[in-house]
């Protein structure tokens, strides 16, 4: 069994700063792209940041230079640190792994989801 444990998520005032942790436990092989997808109310789920298993990354236009993605594979963990938070920053965020657990097949892997809330 695999699992996504996020935690970091709440309230913040615009301007502020906020760090999202995630981490992955179980019988884990391999732990390749790991990201963050954020969905407000009433908008589909996107892309926010995305790390390769070798420390690349892609950010959406909308985060880019305030947002920063990062791993630390000795703990099978992701962050997001977020900066410079805007109200339409808000949204609950997912974190994602695509890992190969031993005795499953390859797979894509789902957090419960976190809430952020920027309002003054």
């Known amino acids: 069994q695999v699992q996504l444990v996020e935690s970091g998520g709440g309230l913040v005032q615009p301007g502020g700063s906020l760090r999202l942790s995630c981490a992955a436990s179980g019988r884990l092989f391999n732990i390749y792209d790991m990201g963050w997808y954020r969905q407000a109310p009433g908008k589909q789920r996107e892309l926010a940041a995305v790390?390769?298993?070798?420390?690349?990354?892609n950010y959406a236009d909308s985060v880019k230079g305030r947002f920063t993605i990062s791993r630390d594979n000795t703990k099978n963990t992701v962050y997001l640190q977020m900066n410079s938070l805007k109200p339409e920053d808000t949204a609950v965020y997912y974190c994602?792994?695509?890992?190969?657990?031993?005795?499953?097949?390859?797979?894509?892997?789902w957090g419960q989801g976190t809430q952020v809330t920027v309002s003054s």
């Open positions: 994602n792994a695509d890992i190969w657990a031993l005795g499953l097949r390859r797979n894509d892997y």
């Open positions: 790390i390769t298993s070798g420390g690349g990354t």
